[in-house]
């Protein structure tokens, strides 16, 4: 492991001056390449070919290109010793450790997909100035969701018009992309009941746009999936069960689908951790079964696809 950071470290702080990187294999998506070099100047790669003149020794490694996960949370933290309300600061402190370990995986870009207090918008722009190690993130701030019963937040909009307003405030505040929550189903509970309406998911997608920001649409259920991807949503988070309609309707619009198969797996293996009841499991396997099966139809079909892990 030791090595492996040292190996971070260097790549990391290379752009700040230029350097070459001797590989003993590279592939570039396409090719794969044997004893290579690889020289960055900026932010940038140079270029790609034999090694000639000094360079850092990486024979040991593979390299390849930076993986991009499309649907992160690194401001959840499940062992918090303090309130995650009002408590930014120490939120974004504690979640260095999920940033630097999302960095060793190999993810260089990540999408963070609702954050409170805008401890994501804090936890980019100190990544972006080199103030904290971590991978490019793209952020969207508080993640758009109904009243039920719970304590209004900033996130709270119910209609069109608080919807606008919501939306407008987080662009303001500095998010990349919006997120709204358009089904139920997080964690334990994997029900999908639509909550917002096709008008109200609509109002989002407009707002967003209109700002020259795009926008993700959780939706467990088919309903929830069906009104985000007529609204026109970028992306769609999870959805299962969908019809051919709403699959074809994907593939026309070019939606990107993000299933996030793997957290409810992760949930059900480790339900004692996260102080799930045993009976959770049966229902988080079988979601994943349905998740699954959807985007296998949907792979079928042409939808494009990213890769979001859903992380805590």
């Known amino acids: 492991m030791a090595s492996k950071r040292a190996a971070l470290a260097l790549l990391m702080v290379a752009p700040a001056f230029g350097a070459s990187y001797r590989f003993g294999a590279l ?6 390449w044997k004893d290579v070099c690889l020289a960055t100047q ?4 140079q270029s790609v070919g034999p090694c000639s003149g000094a360079s850092v020794d990486l024979s040991r490694y593979t390299a390849i290109p930076g993986l991009i996960d499309a649907h992160t949370h690194l401001t959840y933290i499940l062992d918090n010793p303090v309130s995650q309300a009002g408590r930014s600061e120490a939120v974004v402190f504690l979640s260095q450790e999920n940033a630097r370990k999302t960095l060793e995986t190999g993810v260089t870009t990540v999408r963070n997909l609702g954050a409170a207090d805008y401890a994501d918008i804090a936890m980019r722009d100190l990544i972006n100035k080199g103030l904290m190690l971590g991978p490019r993130m793209f952020v969207s701030g508080y ?3 109904i009243s039920r019963g719970r304590t209004p ?13 919501v939306v407008r405030q987080q662009i303001a505040a500095g998010a990349d992309w919006v997120k709204m929550y358009g089904s139920t189903g997080s964690g334990r509970d994997v029900t999908g009941f639509e909550t917002y309406t096709f008008d109200e998911m609509k109002a989002a997608v407009d707002a967003a746009h209109a700002l020259g920001k795009r926008i993700a649409i959780h939706s467990y259920g088919p309903e ?24 074809a309707e994907m593939v026309r619009r070019k939606t990107f689908y993000v299933p ?11 339900y ?11 229902d988080l396997n079988a979601f994943v079964q349905r998740n699954l099966e959807t985007a296998r139809k949907a ?4 939808v494009r696809f990213a890769m979001g892990s859903d992380a805590v």
């Open 27 to 32: 592939w570039d998506g396409g090719k794969l």
């Open 42 to 45: 900026g932010a940038r790669i």
């Open 143 to 145: 993640g758009l969701q």
């Open 153 to 165: 937040s900033p996130a709270t909009a119910d209609g069109v018009a608080e919807v606008l307003r």
């Open 224 to 247: 929830g999936a069906r009104d985000a991807v007529r609204a026109g949503t970028d992306s769609l988070e999870h959805a299962t069960d969908m019809d051919d309609a709403t699959i």
């Open 260 to 270: 996030t198969i793997d957290h409810n797996r992760y949930y059900a293996d480790n």
């Open 272 to 282: 004692v951790k996260l102080n799930y009841p045993k009976e959770a499991v049966a």
């Open 299 to 302: 792979f079928r079909a042409g």
